[in-house]
């Protein structure tokens, strides 16, 4: 019960716990978590570590990802899904909130939420998800400064950078870029829509050394790989952002339109989490356990 429990809390941060897992030999997987029962899923099935995406976080919220949200809005997030599952967390920072000086405030909020890591881009706003087209690109220069930033504010928070700029700028492009971010101080970068396999291959090369991050969302321009093969292209980190965000809304869409169907839920029941599954995950029985261990009720008269 780490949400309410001091002693099952890790006791190295969450930047250097996820440090710790980058710096293992097999990539690292990080599946989209977009609230904390979602992470202790994620959690009971053998992640070591997670990812909460900003896209999947507006969806949630019944909005676009075009950077309306704030970052007090995503550090709620971050503080539910770090607290119910103990886990490092990278977060998806979009542009960094503003410029240099709020780039720094949004590392301070996220690392005392319980991030562990954190990505910046370099589009400009209203920013787009990633695999859309008519993004429009940051200087160099100005996402380099706004990376600086990030590492001067951070104290064991993992940076990492995100170029877009393959799209508009070529491979080349995205390379240079890249170089740049690393020498300004981010310690791993994520290019972001690549369409092959072999520009993700020729990305690495460009990069030897540097930690890199690839993105395994659906329904996007890069071409379906496993973590395994990721990892044989060079890549030390592996996202899929929204995933589990899609099934859950895939499953509520049937569950309301067997409910106006029908007039009832017998016939989804076979789909549902039971009552007993739902309370495994949470916890329930744990959380009254403590609450019994602590608080005795006592009967007027009885003392």
């Not at 990080?30 to 994620?42: D, E, K, T, V, Y």
């Not at 490092?88 to 562990?116: I, K, Q, S, W």
């Not at 001067?152 to 877009?164: F, G, N, P, S």
Request: proline share 4%; aromatic share 6%.
């Amino acid at each position: 019960m780490p949400y309410l429990v001091a002693d099952e809390l890790p006791r190295e941060s969450a930047g250097s716990r996820f440090r710790q897992l980058l710096s293992q030999p097999q990539i690292l997987q990080l599946p989209g978590a977009h609230n904390g029962h979602a992470a202790i899923q994620a959690k009971r099935a053998g992640f070591e570590a997670l990812y909460l995406s900003g896209a999947a976080m507006t969806a949630s919220m019944g909005l676009p990802d075009l950077g309306i949200i704030t970052v007090d809005e995503v550090a709620f997030f971050i503080r539910q899904i770090a607290r119910a599952s103990g886990l490092p967390l990278l977060v998806d920072g979009d542009t960094g909130y503003g410029e240099a000086l709020n780039v720094m405030h949004m590392v301070r909020t996220f690392e005392e939420a319980g991030a562990g890591a954190v990505h910046l881009e370099d589009q400009l706003l209203p920013k787009k998800c990633g695999h859309l087209n008519d993004k429009k690109l940051a200087d160099a220069h100005d996402m380099a400064a706004k990376v600086t930033a990030a590492a001067k504010a951070r104290r064991d928070l993992v940076i990492i950078a995100r170029t877009d700029a393959a799209a508009s700028e070529g491979l080349d492009g995205a390379i240079a870029r890249a170089k740049l971010y690393v020498e300004a101080g981010a310690d791993a970068i994520f290019p972001e829509a690549l369409t092959t396999v072999d520009m993700f291959r020729d990305f690495a090369k460009a990069m030897p050394g540097v930690k890199l991050l690839a993105n395994m969302t659906e329904f996007g321009r890069t071409p379906y790989q496993t973590a395994a093969e990721f990892e044989a292209l060079g890549y030390s980190m592996v996202i899929w952002p929204v995933s589990s965000l899609r099934v859950a809304n895939k499953a509520q869409e049937k569950l309301y339109q067997a409910i106006k169907r029908d007039g009832g839920t017998k016939a989804m029941l076979g789909e549902m989490q039971t009552r007993q599954e739902l309370y495994d995950v949470i916890g329930l029985h744990d959380y009254e356990a403590l609450d019994a261990s602590i608080v005795k009720t006592i009967v007027p008269g009885t003392e």
